[in-house]
């Protein structure tokens, strides 16, 4: 069972560090009453591109942070 823990407790601290890292990386979703007022358009399709780096990076947060909590999960239990 030691094994286990240890194997475990890196993989969250490495999904940690990851998952701070890749939400850093993202851009801003709103620019604040500054970005709304000051005349920045940005339409629907420039801004939600199924292929763009943001969409990329929103998805790769949402499975690192799923493996994060399963192994939390796993780890509180053994």
């Not at 604040?32 to 420039?46: A, K, N, W």
């Not at 591109?49 to 509180?76: C, E, H, Y």
Request: proline share 0%.
């Amino acid at each position: 069972m030691g094994t286990a823990k240890i194997v475990l407790s890196v993989i969250v601290v490495i999904t940690a560090l990851l998952l701070v890292a890749i939400v850093l990386l993202q851009t801003g979703k709103s620019a604040g009453l500054s970005g709304s007022l000051g005349g920045s358009f940005d339409t629907y399709l420039g801004k939600n591109k199924a292929g763009s780096a943001d969409a990329k990076l929103a998805r790769l947060t949402k499975w690192v942070a799923f493996v994060f909590m399963i192994a939390v999960l796993v780890l509180n239990l053994i």
